[in-house]
T-cell receptor
Framework: EPEVTQTPSHQVTQMGQEVILRCVPI?????FYWYRQILGQKVEFLVS????????KSEIFDDQFSVERPDGSNFTLKIRSTKLEDSAMYFC?????????????FGPGTRLTVT | EDKVVQSPLSLVVHEGDTVTLNCSYE??????LLWYKQEKKAPTFLFML????IEKKSGRLSSILDKKELFSILNITATQTGDSAIYLC??????????FGPGTSLSVIP
């Protein structure tokens, strides 16, 4: 069964450093998403992406964040100048281009620890 | 501000019990409501609801949406220990934004 993959599974970085989280969505999916989940808290929407453009972003997704689909398979989230409060699990998700069907498939997540 | 509220936040039941999980929402440009199950890591999809009054069923799980009262329920009958998880309710908007609720943590004890 096709699945969304994410790398790395765990990333440790120092405050102020830049990190890139990578995702490979399911191959025939056209809509992509990033979420984060701080330990013990709810899943928070960051951004949705379609046709090489951001569709919608949350208040969390400020200038520190950017997304890119650099080739036909990868979807990346870049966090510039990481802060301690960026420590969280980051999930990538994707869905098909099927009108009216919102089922998203989630990747296993990348745990980001900022020290 | 868009929000999704779930209740209860935590629930402990015995195997065989029936549970009802609640989700209410205040979201502009509603498109659909989704239920997910989160065990150790990533959420897994359970149901998508877009129309009021139409029950979705999958085995012992069922869900229904009331768009007039802005809520949904998820029912689990004859609970098993494998049902222990966090159940997430999320609402998708027309602009492809997804708002999650805080989740209901369900523990099923033998």
């Amino acid at each position: 069964e096709p699945e969304v993959t994410q790398t790395p599974s765990h990333q440790v970085t120092q405050m102020g450093q830049e990190v890139i989280l990578r995702c490979v969505p399911i191959s025939n999916h056209l809509y992509f998403y990033w979420y984060r989940q701080i330990l013990g808290q709810k899943v928070e929407f960051l951004v949705s992406f379609y046709n090489n453009e951001i569709s919608e972003k949350s208040e969390i997704f400020d200038d520190q964040f950017s997304v890119e689909r650099p080739d036909g398979s990868n979807f990346t989230l870049k966090i510039r100048s990481t802060k301690l409060e960026d420590s969280a699990m980051y999930f990538c998700a994707s869905r098909e281009d099927y009108r009216g069907f919102d089922e998203q498939y989630f990747g296993p997540g990348t745990r980001l620890t900022v020290t | 501000e868009d929000k999704v509220v779930q209740s209860p936040l935590s629930l402990v039941v015995h195997e065989g019990d029936t549970v009802t999980l609640n989700c209410s929402y205040e979201v502009t440009n509603f498109r659909s409501l989704l239920w997910y199950k989160q065990e150790k890591k990533a959420p897994t999809f359970l149901f998508m609801l877009t129309s009021s009054g139409i029950e979705k069923k999958s085995g012992r799980l069922s869900s229904i949406l009331d768009k007039k009262e802005l809520f949904s329920i998820l029912n689990i009958t004859a609970t098993q220990t494998g049902d222990s998880a966090i159940y997430l309710c999320a609402v998708c908007t027309s602009y492809d934004k997804v708002i999650f609720g805080p989740g209901t943590s369900l523990s099923v004890i033998p």
